[in-house]
């Protein structure tokens, strides 16, 4: 209405002169008027696009605070979750394989006068996986509307222990940590079986455990490893560092064996808690989803 108001005075006023109005400053006043409004336009344009380099700033910041690696923990089956500055993400899993995305940041009403920001994270078909609460302190990322979903990020981890990059960040050090009341050394000891795989632990002295695996294909063909490992005190597990051997064997009708190196440099964990262990291969995986027994 205002700017209608303007115009009409501007009109008049440019009457007023063709009429023959002798005040010679009276035509000058309508067009300083008139240019009003137009200025008002350009300072509203110019706030907008003002605000909306704020708004891709921020989100710019948001998820620059994210970017990097971030481990899964409390779970066994845990993940790696990358996350890149430019809002990609890839989300590999400990068995093998990867799944990519991209992140956006959403903004949501809590319905109460307050509001937050969340991180939206779907996958290459469009599909959403999961929403994580922002997180100033950028350390953790909570999903507590799907699952409960929990990473750490990688720097946090370290702060830790070293023990965490030897378990080929499988587990959260903290996690095993929590969980590692009651368990011994000892209880690691003897034979354990899951299957046709058997796995027999023996007390080696110096605060070290000869860990044998035999697991058969066939009755002429098996696959042996041989782990010496330390006890961690802090997760209460057994840790083999880049020293296990994995040999291929082949049996003959005459009970001659054939044995192929595959490698010997090997890295492996065992966890052993509420009466079953858990062997965490990070070479070739050959453990997973294994549980064995006494």
Known sequence: ??????????????????????????????????????EQEETTEETEATAETEETDDEASLLAAIA????????????????????SYELAYRGGGSAFGTISVEFED????????????????????????????????????????????????????DSFDTLNDYEDAEFLHETSEGVEAAFYEGFWSCDRCAITIVDAGNDEYNVYI??????YETSEWQ?????????????????????????GDDGSEERTEVYTDGTAAFIMRE???????????????????Q
């Not at 920001?117 to 929403?131: H, M, N, Q, R, V």
């Not at 035999?214 to 009755?219: I, Q």
């Not at 051997?245 to 049996?251: A, G």
Request: net charge negative; with cysteine; aromatic share 12%.
């Open 68 to 87: 990097g690696t971030w481990y899964e923990t409390e779970v066994l089956d845990s993940r790696t979750l990358t996350i890149n500055s430019d809002g």
């Open 214 to 219: 035999a697991w058969g294909s066939s009755a």
């Open 110 to 161: 809590n319905g109460d006068g307050t509001s937050i920001y969340k991180y939206a994270f779907y996958e290459s078909d469009g599909a959403l996986w999961a929403t994580f609460n922002c997180n100033e302190r950028a350390s953790d990322l909570y999903s507590e509307d799907d699952g409960g979903i929990h990473f750490v990020g990688s720097e946090f981890i370290d702060e830790n222990e």
């Open 227 to 251: 782990y010496t490992c330390t006890y961690d005190e802090y997760t209460a597990t057994l840790i083999c560092d880049g020293t296990g051997i994995m040999e291929d064997v082949v049996y």
């Open 1 to 38: 209405m205002k700017k209608s108001f303007l115009m009409a005075a501007a009109i008049l006023s440019v009457s007023a002169v063709v009429a023959g109005c002798t005040n010679n400053t009276a035509p000058e006043e309508p067009q300083n008027v008139v240019e009003e409004p137009q």
């Open 275 to 293: 009466g079953t262990l858990t062997w965490l291969d990070q070479t070739n995986h050959a453990g997973d989803g294994m549980v064995f027994m």
